[in-house]
């Protein structure tokens, strides 16, 4: 059976085919001849050896199949131990193991062979110690041949081209840095060379790894990378904290040289993968942020085992959401979108994932302005929870289009705030934005009046029902990196087609926050409201969009201003230059969540407010946008238009 097995192994077709092109992955039939020979010549030498000083290896006469078994059992523990299934450019110590413990091996069996032999016949087969020196000669010779062979690949292929590779530092001198360099060094095709590492805590002077310099950082790192002519670094360290990791890219970046990242290795064995896993830098690593920390057991007992509906799904805000909550194992999700495509790609991507299984998905095409679709989809699933995402949130379309932003920012979320009462929904948690924080612009302002509007349900359904009516929480924070219309793809997109990048004003600031960072906060604040509660989100430093445009440009590998222009536009209808987070006669109050705070706004009664409300849809339903702004300034009489046509209403 064995015997079979090994022959198939070894005069299989795929294994007698000889690739003269591809001489750096040999058939293994070729390279158990070649260990075949090496066996045959430490065996020559031991016999020499032996024969020069009057002994002899073969002590027995009929010395024929003594031989025969000797390289037989050899070829039995090569198929054992599999020491001919490496591809030899490879070779590491792995290989070095399995060739020992082969030749360890081969020399037990005859030292007991040996033994016994001499049990029954009263002489030995072979001289012990000339077993033992043999195999220590071929131990030596296999392992020296894969060595000269390894090496002869890297200098052949390696070397050749090497004016088209990227002259790269690794920052780093752990096991992460070396995994990834000798990832890099066998990568196909190359693109980078390895000039030597750099150790951040300058201990290891004069010394090398993997036959590289380790280098001392004795002045800045650009004036390090440009002694060993290297225009590129890989940050390996991952004990490096955010702040020196953001330190080292804004000095490479400073001086043009490209800055690239890898994630923790664990899988050390898989080259391939580590190597393809080294990427330029995002901007989102650049945030200056700490890991956020939440509650899962908090946001666990609010969805496990629930039917979670959620607007606004396919988007990039909600099927984030989607994808946290399936996470909590919920009994049942609604994903709800008006947009047939995207929602479509989102069930596919939720289709294919196991870890999924258990939790019922049903993907529903419905649009929240439609009351009479909702109504149908919450009498059918009674849903316990609702994130409500569905919005309109671009400012310049809607600063051009109000009857649209009424309709769906406003009336939408009517709707599915009213239906969440009637359906006794337990938690209503609504996405809205920093715009609407003394909102400049039509989008803002609708959604500082659905947030209204959920706040005056909340007091109302408190009066009606006490604590087991719904409770409507709001979520507020601002841009989110990624996002569909966000600069950053925007930025991304000029860059790639050559430029420019444009600016609408070179004083403009923005918050930012990843879109993961952004749903887990609203988990987490869904979880934490007792009802009525507008959260915020601590969204770490503002950013100065012109210097967000020249870091994307320089992290690209672009010059900007040279390579890539940036071009100032003008500020666009409804523009602020800061956005705000709070109201002018707000407060915040903390919560247990350190990156979560309350916006404490002054509440209106439900009555007048739904009055108002109910007129501004109908305003709407006529399409003029004077009437349909002037309104909306009523009803939030801190809107302030601004580069806009609406100005001339604040008057």
């Not at 990427?279 to 945030?287: A, F, W």
């Not at 149908?376 to 569905?390: E, G, N, S």
């Not at 350190?594 to 501004?616: G, P, S, V, W």
Request: proline residues 3%; glycine residues 6%; contains cysteine.
């Amino acid at each position: 059976m064995i015997l079979n097995t090994f022959s198939s192994d070894f005069f299989s077709r795929a294994n007698l085919k000889l690739n003269i092109h591809s001489l750096s992955y040999l058939p293994r039939w070729f390279i158990v001849i070649i260990d075949v020979m090496v066996l045959l010549f430490a065996f020559l030498m031991t016999t020499l050896i032996f024969k020069g000083t009057g002994l002899d290896y073969l002590i027995s006469n009929n010395k024929l199949p003594f031989i025969g078994g000797f390289f037989g059992v050899n070829v039995f523990f090569f198929w054992l131990f599999r020491t001919y299934s490496g591809i030899i450019r490879h070779s590491s110590y792995i290989d070095a193991v399995k060739l020992l413990f082969s030749q360890m091996s081969v020399l037990i069996i005859f030292l007991i062979f040996n033994f016994g032999y001499q049990l029954f016949f009263n002489q030995k087969a072979f001289s012990n110690t000339a077993l033992f020196i043999n195999m220590v000669l071929s131990f030596c010779g296999l392992f020296l041949y894969r060595v000269i062979v390894k090496q002869t690949f890297e200098l052949y292929f390696l070397e050749k081209g090497t004016t088209q590779l990227i002259r790269t530092i690794i920052y780093g001198t752990d096991a992460n840095a070396i995994s990834v360099a000798n990832a890099l060094k066998f990568e196909t095709p190359s693109r980078f060379k390895i000039v030597g590492f750099v150790d951040k805590n300058n201990q290891n002077s004069n010394k090398r790894m993997l036959d590289l310099p380790i280098l001392i950082q004795r002045k800045k790192l650009p004036t390090l990378m440009r002694s060993v002519g290297a225009v590129a670094i890989i940050i390996a360290d991952k004990s490096l904290t955010k702040e020196e990791q953001l330190v080292i890219v804004d000095k490479c970046l400073e001086f043009n040289y490209r800055v690239y990242t890898v994630p923790l290795i664990s899988d050390w064995e898989n080259q391939k993968e580590i190597s393809q896993k080294v990427k330029n830098i995002q901007i989102e690593d650049l945030l200056e942020r700490k890991p956020i920390v939440l509650d899962n057991k908090s946001i666990s007992k609010q969805l496990k085992d629930k039917t979670v509906l959620i607007s606004g799904a396919a988007g990039s805000i909600g099927s984030e959401i989607v994808r946290q909550v399936l996470s909590f194992k919920p009994k049942a999700v609604i994903i709800v979108d008006q947009a047939e495509t995207p929602l479509h790609h989102l069930s596919l991507e939720l289709t294919d994932k196991t870890e999924y299984e258990g939790t019922k998905i049903y993907n529903i095409i419905a649009d929240v302005r439609n009351r009479e679709a909702m109504n149908r989809i919450f009498k059918l699933y009674l849903p316990q929870v609702v994130y409500h995402a569905a919005a309109y949130k671009h400012v310049p379309l809607m600063e051009e289009n109000p009857s649209q932003a009424i309709t769906t920012n406003v009336e939408g979320t009517k709707n599915l705030a009213d239906l969440s009462c009637q359906y006794n929904v337990k938690k209503f948690v609504m996405v809205s934005t920093d715009k609407a924080v003394n909102p400049s612009n039509v989008m803002g302002a609708s959604k500082r009046i659905a947030e209204k509007y959920v706040q005056s349900l909340q007091l109302k359904t408190l009066k009606e029902k006490g604590a087991n009516g719904t409770k409507f929480i709001t979520t507020r924070f601002g841009n989110v990196l990624g996002s569909n219309g966000s600069v950053v793809p925007l930025f991304t997109n000029q860059i790639a087609m050559g430029g420019p990048v444009t600016i609408t004003h070179p004083d403009i600031i923005r918050y930012f926050m990843t879109i993961p960072e952004a749903c887990q906060l609203v988990l987490e604040a869904g979880a934490m409201g007792n009802g009525g509660e507008i959260y915020i989100f601590d969204m770490g430093k503002p950013v100065k969009i012109i210097d967000l445009a020249r870091k994307m440009i320089k992290l690209a590998g672009f010059i900007p201003d040279k390579d890539i222009k940036i071009q100032i536009v003008g500020l666009r209808p409804g523009e602020k230059l800061y956005e705000e987070l709070l109201n002018d006669t707000s407060k915040t109050i903390p919560t247990y969540h350190e990156k979560i705070m309350i916006a404490e706004e002054i509440q209106d009664e439900y009555e007048n407010l739904h009055t108002e409300i109910q007129e501004l849809i109908g305003i709407a339903s006529f399409f003029d946008n004077d009437d349909i702004v002037s309104k909306m300034k009523k009803i939030v009489p801190e809107f302030r238009s601004m580069n806009s046509a609406y100005q001339t209403l604040d008057k």
